[in-house]
């Protein structure tokens, strides 16, 4: 079966504009995570999506960030008036069940000009 | 605090060698203890999961995992060039947020021909 996948792989945008990073889970996974990992750091939360329930928002870093997930499946972040440090790669992840065994999509590179 | 700590290295080993990642963790309720690879570039990519004390094998990896001293460690046998990469622990906590996933920041190993 298909793994997660992420569109756009790369983009490239200009200080102030918006920008819309798009996940599709694994099917039948039932949670999604938003991730970002800045050069050479480590996993940094965003957000947090399981089933129907509310979503966590506790690691998104401001309110220009915010993200929905539609029909318990795709999801997307957006990132509003974009700065120069919104600039690292966004990662997604998917998983089922308790253990919380989570796979990642292949993440989008965002620079911010 | 939920935290999850790894030594950053690098660690350094000739090829053949076996190269030994260690994490501990701060929750000792904790379940569900997932090794990730990360190549320079690329997202994260499941390896391992244990979720009992003890050993388990996969191929040349082998996952150990002792509740009682909180820490879980990976070994590498037969290090390979190709190992070359950074190593993340994850433990999924009991509660709250973040899906209850904590990544450590990773120890980066590089295998040397």
């Known amino acids: 079966g298909a793994g997660v996948s992420q569109s756009p792989s790369n983009k490239v945008t200009e200080k102030g504009k918006d920008v819309e990073l798009r996940c599709d889970p694994i099917s039948g996974h039932t949670a999604l995570y938003w991730y970002r990992q800045s050069l050479g750091q480590g996993l940094e939360f965003l957000i947090y999506f399981q089933g129907n329930s509310a979503p966590d928002k506790s690691g998104l870093p401001s309110d220009r960030f915010s993200a929905e997930r539609t029909g318990g499946s795709v999801s997307t972040l957006t990132i509003q008036r974009t700065q120069q440090e919104d600039s690292a790669v966004y990662l997604c992840?998917?998983?089922?069940?308790?253990?919380?065994?989570?796979?990642f999509g292949p993440g989008t590179r965002l620079t911010v000009l | 605090q939920k935290e999850v700590e790894q030594n950053s290295g690098p660690l350094s080993v000739p090829e053949g060698a076996i190269a030994s990642l260690n994490c501990t963790y701060s929750?000792?309720?904790?379940?569900?203890f997932f090794w990730y690879r990360q190549y320079s570039g690329k997202s994260p990519e499941l390896i391992m999961s244990?979720?009992?004390?003890g050993d388990k094998e996969d191929g040349r990896f082998t996952a150990q995992l002792n509740k009682a001293s909180q820490y879980v460690s990976l070994l590498i046998r037969d290090s390979q060039p190709s190992d070359s990469a950074t190593y993340l622990c994850a433990v999924n906590f009991r509660g709250g947020s973040q899906g209850n996933l904590i990544f450590g920041k990773g120890t980066k190993l590089s295998v040397k021909p």
């Open positions: 929750d000792r309720g904790s379940q569900s």
């Open positions: 244990i979720y009992s004390n």
């Open positions: 992840a998917s998983s089922f069940g308790h253990h919380n065994e989570q796979f």
